[in-house]
């Protein structure tokens, strides 16, 4: 079955200092894998896909399928990247998008 | 800009009550998402529909129900409220055929006494 797992609940980091939210996910065909996230008080919002390979707000992530992964990585973490991030994994020909429980960041100032 | 509007963002009902939670969205789009959101369960898909009347059970679906009469409108019923539906309640759309972006609405959250 396809699943998606963020491992982290919540990851607190200081300002500046680098930041990985982890997702691993299992499908045995060829996923589309998305990071969205949700400030306080705002609705739900794309931040990144893989298949755009672009950085958003100093985001990324890169697909591994080796390791079936697609950690997003920042390595200068600011207040404001503070908020909700989900993982999440579609495939094509399904309507299905599958999200992961989520990790809190917290950047402390 | 795409718009996808839940027409109540907060709403209290009492066990056994009918509710309704509407969703509109002026994109054109034909997929249309009903979600659950829940802390440390993150988003779970009740219901979706990818085109008018038309309409498919997600991961959830037990004591829900879904409408879609009109293609930029999506209605999720609750027949019986329980207190186990208390939650945040998320309307997403995106094309058809498109397994890019979904846009969202902004949340209903839904507590039942």
């Known amino acids: 079955a396809q699943r998606v797992t963020q491992p982290e609940k919540l990851l607190s980091v200081f300002k500046g200092a680098p930041v990985e939210l982890k997702c691993n996910y299992s499908?045995?065909?060829?996923?589309?894998l998305f990071w969205y996230v949700q400030y306080s008080r705002q609705r739900l919002q794309l931040l990144l896909r893989h298949i755009s390979r672009e950085s958003i707000k100093g985001f990324t992530a890169d697909l591994n399928k080796g390791e079936t992964s697609f950690h997003l990585k920042k390595p200068f973490a600011q207040e404001e990247d503070s908020a909700m991030y989900y993982c999440?994994?579609?495939?094509?020909?399904?309507?299905?998008?599958?999200f992961g429980t989520g990790t809190r960041l917290k950047v402390l100032a | 800009d795409v718009k996808v509007t839940q027409s109540s963002r907060y709403l209290v009902k009492r066990t056994g009550e009918k509710v309704f939670l509407e969703c509109v969205q002026d994109m054109d789009h034909e997929n249309m998402f009903w979600y659950r959101q829940d802390p440390g369960l993150g988003l779970r898909l009740i219901y979706f529909?990818?085109?008018?009347?038309?309409?498919e059970k997600g991961d959830i679906p037990e004591g829900y129900s879904v409408s879609r009469e009109k293609k930029e409108r999506f209605s999720l019923i609750l027949e019986s409220a329980s207190t186990n539906q208390t939650s945040m309640y998320l309307c997403a759309t995106t094309a058809r055929g498109n397994t890019g972006e979904l846009f969202f609405g902004e949340g209903s959250r839904l507590t039942v006494l």
């Open positions: 999440a994994l579609t495939t094509s020909g399904t309507y299905k998008y599958i």
């Open positions: 529909s990818y085109d008018v009347k038309m309409k």
């Open positions: 499908y045995s065909g060829s996923p589309e």
